[in-house]
């Protein structure tokens, strides 16, 4: 699935960022890695998390930390509503920007 397909919603409030995304059942989020740490929260649904080839289940609510450097990808076992939390000290307000930036 093409990310401009996806449900997505951007907050930045100061020097945070939150990208929130709802995922349908059966969709995955493609592997990726990050060049920092940042939370991630399941709020609501079933994922199958994978990070560096380590697979695990979570059952929202669901809080994790995504290492920086580490490949991870998102499969949602049942719709899925999934927020990335992000320091945001440049005070970018534009998404694409800030993926570009954090993205390895």
């Known amino acids: 699935m093409d990310v401009s397909d996806l449900d997505i919603s951007h907050f930045f409030v100061g020097d945070e ?22 939370c991630s929260i399941l709020l609501i649904g079933k994922v199958q998390l994978e990070v560096d080839g380590e697979q695990r289940t979570c ?21 899925a509503l999934w927020a990335c939390l992000w320091d945001n000290p440049e005070g970018e307000t534009d998404p694409v920007r800030f993926d570009e930036a954090v993205t390895a």
């Open 17 to 38: 960022y939150a990208k929130l995304t709802k995922i349908d059942a059966g969709v995955k989020l493609t592997q990726h890695v990050h060049r920092f740490d940042h």
């Open 59 to 79: 059952v929202a609510p669901c809080r994790m930390v995504i290492e920086a450097g580490k490949a991870h990808e998102v499969t949602a076992l049942t719709p």
